[in-house]
């Protein structure tokens, strides 16, 4: 029979033979004493009955961890690698005990609030518990007295560790949800308070646009008309205008114009403080058209009117006023569709909504088609035109209301300031003249105020002005920095 080669026999064999054999000599390697200076070693001749006895004392001593260091049982190059195994065993217990301690925190904090008696006793055990668990695995540390089981170890940590990462969403989930119900009712709240704000919103609304029973008292005859009056009137369909003109402003940015553009257009060479006082060029336009014929008596120059006596025509159109005041317009449209207030509709609004600004508002004419064909369509957009047109025909009918009548002005472009005929829009004017001159010649190359005496002047009238016997109205303009002419 052929003998086996050294070579045949697996390292892991060779290496569990030595293990075994230093095992089982570990008390014949430890036996030598010395005896009166002598060194006396034990005889190696062991009987059968006293070796089988020596060897279940070594095996039982290899049992005892705490007794035994991993030196004494294995050699240095069998040890490295099952050292390190039972470290990461070490490691992997140490993290799970401090995880168990973070979701005890968790714990502790959530029964904070609200208060829970009994869930922070429980989460203070806990984290006590835990601390001790980690004095004692650094006690086991300092003295190397690791475990030697170290899979059942590190299987045991896992499980711990994903029970207090589940046990800390849990938390957070609990958190979460009490977090949500307080943000509904914060919602549900605030629901309530935008409602009851719109419902105030619509109220004062209401009120504005009802002017019949805000521009005058009912009690209100025609010998006690006063200038007074009619400037309530004037005031109240101001309001109406520069609404109508948010809106028109509004539907032209829906539509891609070009704002500016469009402000350069109707007024040109005119050098704005802000950007958005270029909304005061659309109402200058709007009060244009609107107001254009108002010295007329149903803004048309008929002869019949010519013949009427004053009496008779002043008691015509206070009749008219008190007829349209309580009433809304398009109420009343609806009821009276040929009227003289319908006909100042139609025309006013074929006058100030151009062709093409319509076809960019609505895509086509179908308004302006309904309103040729003598009726009147149902939007919001000419609900608010209605409102506005309500106004200034009131504002018309209260002038003629008067003996003599309002007469209406306006001051031209480049005109200087006065504060008689004139209120300006635009308090920027007065302090780029007077305390900071250099900010209006900043405004535009092309203008300067060289001098400290430069005023501004009138770039164009926005709503006209109104005389009533020896009372003045002053109109609304927008002041400009003067050019230098040089």
Request: include cysteine; aromatic fraction near 10%.
């Amino acid at each position: 029979m052929e003998s086996v080669k050294p070579s045949a026999v697996t390292p892991a064999k060779s290496r569990l033979a030595r293990t075994f054999a230093k095992v089982l000599h570990i008390r014949a390697v430890t036996g030598v004493a010395p005896v009166d200076g002598v060194d006396k070693v034990k005889d190696n001749t062991v009987k059968p009955k006293d070796k089988f006895k020596d060897d279940h004392q070594a095996a039982a001593v290899a049992i005892k961890p705490p007794k035994v260091s991993w030196s004494q049982l294995f050699g240095k190059e069998d040890t490295e690698l099952e050292y390190r195994i039972s470290l990461e065993a070490f490691l992997a217990k140490l993290f799970a005990s401090i995880s168990t301690v973070k979701a005890s925190y968790v714990q502790l904090q959530h029964a904070q609030s609200p208060y829970d008696a009994d869930g922070i006793q429980s989460a203070d055990q806990l984290v006590v518990s835990e601390l001790k668990l980690l004095s004692e695995l650094k006690q086991c540390y300092l003295k190397k007295q690791f475990d030697f089981s170290p899979e059942k170890t590190m299987v045991s940590a896992e499980i711990q560790e994903l029970k207090s990462l589940l046990k800390t969403y849990e938390i957070m989930g609990k958190k979460l949800e009490s977090q949500l119900k307080l943000k509904d009712s914060e919602i549900i709240f605030l629901k309530e308070k935008l409602e009851e704000s719109n419902k105030q919103n619509k109220a004062l609304e209401k009120r504005m646009n009802q002017s019949g029973q805000l521009v005058m008292p009912d009690n209100v005859h025609l010998s006690g008309l006063s200038p007074s009056h009619f400037n309530t009137v004037l005031r109240h369909t101001v309001k109406s205008i520069r609404s109508f003109v948010r809106l028109m402003i509004d539907e032209l940015k829906s539509a891609g114009w070009d704002i500016d553009a469009a402000a350069n257009s109707i007024q040109p060479n005119v050098v704005y403080y802000r950007a958005d006082h270029k909304c005061f060029a659309f109402e200058s336009f709007v009060c244009r058209e609107m107001f254009d014929a108002f010295h007329y008596p149903n803004y048309s120059p008929a002869k019949q009117h010519q013949q009427q006596q004053q009496q008779q025509r002043q008691q015509l159109f206070f009749q008219r006023f008190n007829e349209l005041k309580p009433v809304k317009a398009k109420e009343f449209l609806s009821r009276k569709p040929k009227s003289s207030f319908a006909k100042f509709c139609r025309a006013k609004y074929c006058q100030v909504i151009h062709t093409k600004m319509e076809s960019a508002f609505f895509g086509d004419l179908s308004q302006r088609n309904v309103i040729n064909s003598g009726e009147f369509p149902d939007s919001a957009f000419f609900s608010s035109f209605a409102d506005m047109a309500k106004r200034v025909w009131l504002l018309h009918c209260l002038a003629f209301s008067f003996d003599p009548e309002a007469s209406i002005f306006q001051v031209n472009k480049g005109s200087r300031f006065s504060e008689v005929y004139m209120e300006s829009v635009a308090e920027e004017a007065f302090l780029s003249s007077s305390e900071n001159p250099q900010e209006s010649s900043s405004l535009s190359p092309s203008l300067s105020s060289s001098s400290d005496s430069a005023e501004p002047r009138v770039g164009f009238t926005i709503v006209p002005g109104f005389r009533i016997g020896k009372t003045v109205l002053q109109c609304l303009v927008y002041l400009s920095p003067a050019r230098n002419e040089s």
